[in-house]
């Protein structure tokens, strides 16, 4: 209904030629947004583990997209480009605001929707979960992130990450075996 | 550092998948005589199942909503900053180019008018205004008697080819210049 409407808004014939071109723009615009909304806020909020940063980051990445529409009409890969820009986005945002010590953060883990059938020892493992995550050092994180949770191949999260593969692999492996370590002692069974 | 087995780290690329056949192979081998790295490889793959659960876990809707709203209303922001920027522009290439032309382009030169002279003479003329070399080099004629009937000056107006060059005779009846 309100893209209906804002359909009807662009093609009322009072308007002037420019004033419909650029609501055309914007339409089109907004639409990019949309169609990768998801991608940038979940790959931000996961590395900068909170919302308000993640809204930060993700409205900083879509302004780059805009002041760039001409170059990336031309790229192959949009997705590549708007991961990598997410991923350095939150590395400027932690320069200029370090962020709290994560422990202290237990309490104010990324809002997401509660899953209702989740039962008691998964919502703790994915608790757990979120707090070493928290543990890891950006890169690291930003590494794991992108290949574990967002499902990126070693190459893409080098690209991503403007490294090497055999620097992303020896990251998600340090990472990995810190996450492990971390829900071990979290759930007090150490080897 | 880290803690137990050196080959930890190469189990936990293994338990994700990544690990060429060679590399993987190794790791299996090893896998047989670890028991630790057994148990290791087995609590990471679960660790790594709950990560990528995480991968289809919904975010509120609400969220997408409020970055959008940023968004486009920075958008718009930065349009009109630059439509100001660009009409800001061009007022001052119009300016240059206005100034330029007043420049280059010379002056029109003002035109000449006739001098304007009157048909008749006033009579408080006293003393006409003769230019004494027009009027030995240009033809006299009369351009205009006004008769008089009664004793009121007659005056006669001598046009000569030089428009600037015209000749007032104010005389009486009898053809006198009155005192």
């Not at chain 1, 930060?56 to 001409?70: A, G, H, M, T």
């Not at chain 1, 997705?79 to 370090?98: E, M």
């Not at chain 2, 659960?53 to 630059?82: N, T």
């Not at chain 2, 004629?141 to 009937?149: D, E, G, M």
Request: glycine share 4%; hydrophobic share 40%.
């Amino acid at each position: 209904m309100a893209l209906l409407a804002a359909t009807a808004a662009i093609d009322d014939p009072r308007r002037d030629a420019g004033e419909t071109a650029r609501a055309r723009d914007e339409a089109a615009f907004e639409g990019l947004v949309r169609q990768y909304e998801r991608l940038v806020l979940s790959t931000a909020l996961r590395i900068a583990c909170n919302m308000d940063d993640a809204q930060d980051i993700s409205q900083e990445v879509f302004l780059r997209l805009y002041r760039n529409l001409d170059k990336v009409r031309r790229m192959e890969n949009l997705t590549g480009w708007l991961y990598r820009v997410t991923v350095n986005a939150c590395f400027d945002l932690r320069r200029r605001r370090p962020a709290s010590a994560p422990v202290e953060l237990a309490n104010d883990l990324p809002s997401t929707e509660s899953d209702p059938q989740q039962t008691a020892a998964e919502a703790e493992r994915r608790r757990a979960l979120e707090l070493s995550l928290r543990l890891l050092p950006e890169k690291e994180r930003a590494a794991l992130v992108l290949r574990d949770l967002q499902g990126l191949s070693t190459e893409e999260v080098a690209e991503a990450l403007g490294s090497s593969a055999a620097t992303v692999r020896s990251q998600i492996s340090k990472a990995r075996v810190k996450v492990r370590a971390f829900v071990e002692s979290y759930f007090g069974r150490r080897r | 550092m880290i803690a137990g087995c050196p080959w930890r780290e190469r189990v936990a690329l293994y338990a994700g998948g990544d690990l060429d056949s060679d590399e993987a192979r190794a790791a299996e081998l090893h896998l047989e005589v670890c028991e630790a790295c057994r148990a290791f490889a087995q609590g990471l793959r679960a660790d790594l199942a709950g990560l990528r659960a995480e991968r289809e876990r919904p975010i509120d809707p609400a969220h997408f909503v409020r970055l959008r709203a940023r968004v486009m209303e920075r958008v718009r922001g930065e349009r009109g900053r630059l439509a100001w920027r660009r009409a800001g522009w061009m007022a001052t290439a119009a300016l240059a180019a206005t100034i330029l032309l007043l420049l280059v382009v010379p002056k029109p030169r003002p035109i000449a008018t006739q001098p304007r002279v009157a048909r008749e003479a006033p009579v408080e003329y006293a003393h006409p205004v003769v230019h004494q070399a027009a009027v030995r080099r240009s033809r006299r004629r009369v351009h205009h008697v006004r008769q008089s009937l009664t004793s009121q000056p007659i005056v006669v107006k001598l046009v000569t080819d030089d428009p600037n060059v015209v000749i007032y005779w104010i005389t009486d009846n009898k053809g006198e210049t009155p005192q």
